[in-house]
């Protein structure tokens, strides 16, 4: 990718003041600006919203849990499909003229799903609303992976900038962990209070307002559009060089996915033992709570860990906690486990995409930062299902198998990249 190194102003940043140059976080803010954090922040919180406020609608206006599943599901799939294609327009023509457009339309998008979900026209067939929540999860807009192409631009090059990434990235994964806390509390609070349909409207209008302001805030300048070179040995390099070690970090967050899938779904089924399903999500915010503050945790870290050592030994970490999810026969006890096992994950989330940013070819930033957010969705997709058929078999236990199973498949990408030995980030010399 073409970086163009600026402040958010469109001056280039100089390394002459401590703010700057340590590494932490008053350096970010000089870097992109106070008003970046919130912007960034909300923009983010619709895509948390839409596959549990569609699973909201549809259920209730259908009666059937398994139509809203169905309908998230295929929210997901367009998202996993999607969010490659907005990465991949993004890093050719431009953060601004993708972002604005694909908000648009996203939101028009959403009204319709609400339109017709709800049953407020008549003789709606299944199958359109279906397409409509597909084109929905296709649409959404990928703040969060969009902005972690911005700070990688916006370091690179600085004397101190590969540990004003990290600590960029670490803030990233905090803020999507909140973000997919609140985003579905806020649907539920929303929507049992008020109406099924005001999480939807609500997300369509953060959208609509917040996304274009994101598009458009200063610090987009620092990503130049990619233009492709007609050398035919920049491609065969693409291909000898990265996407093994691309393939690899993908992998890793599917596994990351099918971990929360399936941890997820074994909390619910825990939780029913105990008569009362729906604090399920309560115990999984458990997971989220340490998982966020582990990823800040990760901008102190010694420097000299290399990033896959760092991605395996987490891993290798997270596969006895999974296990030791076997354990808990109580509500509180299975909260302490579940608040040990996000302590490894936030970490390996940061370095994974630390990692997806050095292993990107030139000028596929944004497509790689979007495949490795869609990995994450089609992760929970498999950890949901996975784990939901062995709940229904055998109960919770085998639910939290799949958990361990996916910490395995975590460790052994993570060793296989160590393996592969290092790759200098793309766009350094």
Known sequence: MNHQMSSPAGDA??????AAGRGNFRGLLELAGPGFFPLAFFARLPLAMLTIGTLTLISTATGSYASGGVAAGVVG???AIGAPLLGYAADRWGQ???????ALLHALVVAGLIVTGAGLVQDVQAPLVMGIAFVAGATCPQVGPLARVRWMALTAGRRRGRRELETALSYESTVDELTFVMGPALVGVLASIVAPWLPLALAALLTAALVPAFAVHPTARAVQPHRPSTDPASGAGWVRGRIIRVGLCVLGMIGMGTLFGSVSAGAVSFAGKFGDA???????AALG???AIAALSVSVWPRGWAQPVRWAACALLLVPLALLLQVPDSIGTMIVFLLMIGLPIGPIMVTIFTVGGDVAPVGRMGTVMTMLASGIVVGTAIGNGL??????GVGPHGAFLVAAGAAVVLFLAGAVTFALGRVRRAGTP
């Open 289 to 291: 709570l340490t998982s």
């Open 278 to 284: 729906s604090a399920g999500g309560l115990l999984y």
């Open 387 to 392: 784990a939901g058929i062995l709940a229904d």
């Open 77 to 79: 799939i367009g998202s």
């Open 13 to 18: 940043p100089t390394e002459t003041t401590d």
């Open 96 to 102: 601004r003229l993708v972002l604005v457009p694909a």
